[in-house]
């Protein structure tokens, strides 16, 4: 009788865990949608004119349900950075930079934002913190904290071995590595404003950059 019951409530159990994988992958679907109406709606209208209606609206939800995985609109803006931007900030903090070329590493670099940043939309979130920062500073701050305060250390010290090296003749990259990302950040700008009177070839631009830096012979 005993073997009987547990054989019964094993079975139960089995069918539960059965039933509980495709409401996981629900609940991880709806959120991802969410995330991605909430950059439609932000990309369109401003943190500050974006309502939670309007991204439940898109993402095909009710309301109530963002709350489920959102506190409100600022940790929904906070996860749209972290499943968007995270991801490269990790890749570029743990790659084996003091192996390879300061040359190299800098395009590297650059390759990312060309292809992984400004040909995607994660344009849009950065455009975002540009746009919306300075009236929403806990944004910025937040941006900061997630990406920059990750990546610019990593970037210093690598600049900083670079001159120890003789790769770099002065350590003003080392000192200031905002530096190797301010064309970028002028891109996104021009992109903003000025892309239908004069598009800018942001990948010549970013060479150019480099050939300022480091003198010719960067790789196409």
């Not at 409401?23 to 974006?50: K, P, S, W």
């Not at 003749?169 to 239908?196: C, H, K, T, Y």
């Amino acid at each position: 009788m005993v073997e009987v019951a547990a054989k019964a409530r094993s079975q139960r159990g089995g069918r539960r865990r059965k039933g509980a994988a495709p409401q996981v992958a629900r609940r991880g679907e709806r959120r991802e949608a969410i995330v991605a109406a909430a950059l439609e709606e932000f990309a369109a209208r401003g943190f500050a004119a974006t309502r939670l209606d309007d991204v439940a609206r898109r993402a095909g939800v009710a309301k109530g349900t963002i709350y489920l995985y959102f506190r409100d609109k600022e940790s929904l803006f906070q996860e749209l950075v972290r499943a968007m931007v995270s991801p490269l900030v990790g890749a570029i903090t743990t790659a084996p930079l003091n192996d390879v070329p300061i040359r190299a590493v800098i395009e590297m670099i650059v390759d990312v934002f060309v292809n992984q940043i400004y040909g995607t939309r994660r344009k849009d979130v950065l455009r975002l913190i540009i746009s919306e920062g300075p009236r929403f500073p806990k944004l910025a701050e937040f941006y900061y904290r997630e990406v920059l305060s990750r990546v610019l250390p990593v970037l210093r010290a690598r600049l900083t071995l670079a001159v120890e090296r003789g790769e770099l003749a002065n350590d003003a990259l080392a000192r200031f590595p905002q530096l190797l990302v301010s064309p970028g950040l002028m891109a996104i700008i021009w992109s903003s404003l000025f892309e239908r009177f004069e598009p800018l070839d942001v990948r010549a631009l970013m060479r150019a950059h480099l050939d300022l830096l480091f003198g010719k012979g960067s790789a196409p």
